[in-house]
Each structure stands twice: as structure tokens, then as C-alpha cells.
């Protein structure tokens, strides 16, 4: 019986939506797992009154999606200190290769920060920068002028 042709946009959607749920059906959600740490970033939370509570990001290694038909990867995240209590859970981000799943989950993992300071309410710092420094933007680092990197 020929496979009938659908659309790449629509198949990625339908098979992203449909994920959760067959881990929870399977019994086999790896989102409470990080699994080796490659990166963290150390953030403080900054109250109205000034005063700073750490907050932690970790990410961890990419690794193939045992659930995929397609090859598809994932990558666990995890916020530490910013939320209420159990809002410490491991969450994944999945592409279709290790590197989109590393840069979806830092992506992920900046929108859920923000969301999370927006309800606290607090203001997040990192050095000062714009984004946390979970976003990379060359011409930012070096000013107006692009320079030898530029394409």
C-alpha cells in the first residue's frame, strides 16, 4: 500500500502536537530527565525592593528521540530557583537534528524566563545584557559596524 503524500509543514505539525500525548500514553516521558549537563547560566532574579535571588538554567546533552520515526532529537532544560514550587521540571525541546534541538530548547528556555519574571514579578539579570545572553546577535557584541563577519 503506497505511503500518500502530505506536506512537510503538516507533517512536522501533526507529529508535534501528537508527541506528548503518546509519551504519556507509553508511560515514557523523558522530560524529568536531564541526563548530562554541556551548559548552564547563572541569572539573578531582581525584586522591586533590590533584592537578588540566583536562578539557574541548565541544558542538557542532545540526544536522539527514542519516540521518532524521523530521527528526530531532543534536548532537555531545566530553570532552577524562579517560580513556584514544582515548577522545577525538566523540559524538552525537539528538531531535527541535535544542533535545532539545542538552539529550540535555549529558545524555549528564554521565553519561559520571561514568562516566568513577567508573573513573579521580578526583572532578571545577566550582566546586564538584553536577552540574558540567550540570544547571540554578532552586530550587538560589536556595536554598528559588522565588520570582517559580515555576510
Given amino acids: ?10 507533517s512536522r505539525e501533526r507529529f508535534a502536537m501528537t508527541r506528548p500525548a503518546a509519551r ?9 530527565e536531564i541526563g548530562e549537563v554541556v551548559a548552564e547560566r547563572q541569572l539573578e532574579a531582581v525584586a522591586a525592593d ?15 528521540d527514542e519516540l521518532s520515526e524521523h530521527g528526530d532529537w531532543c534536548c ?6 524562579l517560580g513556584e514550587e514544582g515548577e522545577e521540571t525538566v523540559r524538552v525541546a525537539f528538531g531535527v537534528d541535535s544542533l535545532q534541538a539545542l538552539l529550540l530548547s535555549v529558545y524555549r528556555a528564554r521565553l519561559e524566563l520571561e514568562e516566568r519574571a513577567r508573573t513573579a514579578p521580578v ?19 560589536r556595536g554598528a559596524d559588522p565588520g570582517p563577519m559580515a555576510v
Fill in 123 to 141: 526583572r532578571l539579570d545577566w550582566l546586564g545584557l538584553p536577552g540574558l545572553g540567550l540570544t547571540v546577535d554578532p552586530d550587538q557584541l
Fill in 24 to 32: 504519556r500514553l507509553r508511560g515514557m516521558d523523558m522530560r524529568n
Fill in 76 to 81: 532537555p532544560y531545566q530553570i532552577l530557583g
Fill in 50 to 64: 533590590g533584592s537578588r535571588t540566583p536562578v539557574t538554567v541548565r541544558f542538557g546533552r542532545p540526544r536522539p
Fill in 1 to 10: 500500500m503506497p505511503t500518500p503524500e502530505v506536506s512537510p509543514g503538516a
